[in-house]
């Protein structure tokens, strides 16, 4: 099983700066990775596939870049409504498919 | 638009078994897609669960498929889950989602929280 870990745990920044999150994998696997975006109270939302691609209505201020086991999700000018927790998920070794246990957004 | 909508008991004993239904609207069951369960707690964050196939194949958790199963009701358009021998560990919130085929999560259930307790 691919163990994914993210970092940092929290980051707390102001709007208008630049959010660079990251997700490890415990082996290399390509680029079948995902990043979502969770708010409280909701669903995960599928932001990034295949490490790089924005999904279907995805602001072009998230990007995803990466591969093998180094993978990062940028948001490059940040918004008071990206608050949010942000997981990462491969889908390269499964199953099972697996998460990261997330990075917490907070917008000052 | 597709929407999931998870429907089942919010509270279970524990040994009991747990049953989860997902209706599925906007979309057919039919098609290409991957119907899934994932479940998230504080302890163990997102996990997934297992999926179905409108054929009724199945991939199952390894760590959940000893006490894991799942079927498709075509004639209903939803599909359900049934993991038995509860634990407190089980408690959760449960969502359904899709997974096109060769891709990832792209619709989602709005979830529901499923408590193990006697």
């Known amino acids: 099983e691919i163990v994914l870990t993210q970092s940092p745990a929290t980051l707390s920044l102001s709007p208008g700066e630049r959010a660079t999150l990251s997700c490890r994998a415990s082996?290399?696997?390509?680029?079948?990775l995902a990043w979502y975006q969770q708010k409280p109270g909701q669903a995960p939302r599928l932001l990034i596939y295949?490490?790089?691609n924005r999904a279907t209505g995805i602001p072009a201020r998230f990007s995803g870049s990466g591969s093998g086991t180094d993978f990062t999700l940028t948001i490059s000018i940040l918004e008071p409504e990206d608050s949010a927790v942000y997981f990462c998920?491969?889908?390269?070794?499964?199953?099972?498919?697996?998460f990261g246990q997330g990075t917490k957004l907070e917008i000052k | 638009q597709v929407q999931l909508q998870e429907s089942g008991p919010g509270l279970v004993k524990p040994s009991e078994t747990l049953s989860l239904t997902c209706a599925v609207s906007?979309?057919?069951?039919?098609?290409?897609?991957?119907w899934s369960w994932v479940r998230q707690s504080p302890v163990k964050g997102l996990e997934w669960i297992g999926e179905i196939y409108r054929s009724g194949s199945t991939n199952y958790n390894p760590s959940l498929a000893s006490r894991l199963s799942m079927s498709v009701d075509k004639s209903k358009n939803q599909f359900s889950l049934n993991l038995t021998s509860v634990t407190a560990a089980d408690t959760a919130v449960y969502f359904c989602?899709?997974?096109?085929?060769?891709?990832?999560?792209?619709?989602w259930g709005q979830g529901t929280l499923v408590t193990v307790s006697s």
């Open positions: 906007g979309a057919s069951i039919t098609t290409t897609d991957w």
């Open positions: 998920q491969q889908r390269s070794n499964w199953p099972p498919y697996t």
């Open positions: 989602a899709r997974r096109p085929w060769s891709y990832y999560f792209d619709q």
């Open positions: 295949d490490a790089s």
């Open positions: 082996q290399s696997f390509g680029s079948s």
